[in-house]
């Protein structure tokens, strides 16, 4: 299938875009700090025969206005969430955050825990708040220099290939230097500050829907032992190692990714 257009809807005077496809249980799919919601293209051709999937542009990103401030948390971006949900009309979802995306899935599971059926967070990041604020800073400061320098096309170049394993396929990084090369730096930056200013422990601890928990073997940007320390803050959570993968996992390796995430999903039918 062609990826599905972008679509938009306003709450609050601000425009959240999307892209959905399929009729079934809703899947919402939350991306990185360097996509869109064009990277999940494999996803939906894989999924979309058997569920509703829905893929946003974080606030900042692709169609979406940004979120009010300079520093939006990661709250923020979780009830921005919850606004697309009521845009679209939808009570209840099954959700997945990636990277940075699973921050924002973890604060939207904490502050709307009743709108879930069940949360998978893939090679999450766990924010930087409790590591050495001069390490944060100067973290902070390369990042949004970078992007202000160099521009979101070198920025891609420069960064696609550490997102994924040495072995994979070209097409994986074209993909994703396409993509992070439409990154907006006005929503990257606000994203940055938030992934530098935030720690998903807390929040990931209030989960109480069913939880996958899955990373690459491979990932050098959020690494396995990241993820199984954020599977152990969650009651009950199911751990996934996606053998031989980046962290850009679910471009990567689709099939592999789509039938961890459909496993899970059918077994709680």
Known sequence: MTLPPLETVRRNGRAIAYRAAGEGPPVLLLHGIGSGSASWEAQFDGLSGRFRIVAWD????????PLPGERPDSGAYGDAVAD????????????LGHSLGGLIA??????????????TLSDAAAGYLNGPKELR???????IEAMTDLGPAE????????VLSPSAPEGAYRKVVA????????????AARML???????????????ALVMYGSEDTVTPESIGRDIAAAIGGARYVTLQ???HASYVEGPEAFNAALTGFLDGLE
């Open 58 to 65: 974080t606030p900042g990103y692709g169609a979406s206005d």
């Open 84 to 95: 697309l949900l009521d845009g679209l009309g939808l009570e209840r979802i099954h959700l």
């Open 106 to 119: 973890a604060a939207f599971a904490a502050r709307h825990p009743r709108r879930l059926l069940s949360v």
């Open 137 to 143: 800073v100067d973290r902070l400061n390369a990042r």
């Open 155 to 162: 920025v891609a170049k420069r960064r696609a290939r550490e």
């Open 179 to 190: 993509v992070q090369s439409r990154v907006r730096p006005d929503g990257y930056a606000q």
């Open 196 to 210: 530098h200013n935030s720690d998903i422990f807390a929040d990931a601890a209030t989960i109480g829907v069913p």
């Open 244 to 246: 031989g993968l980046g």
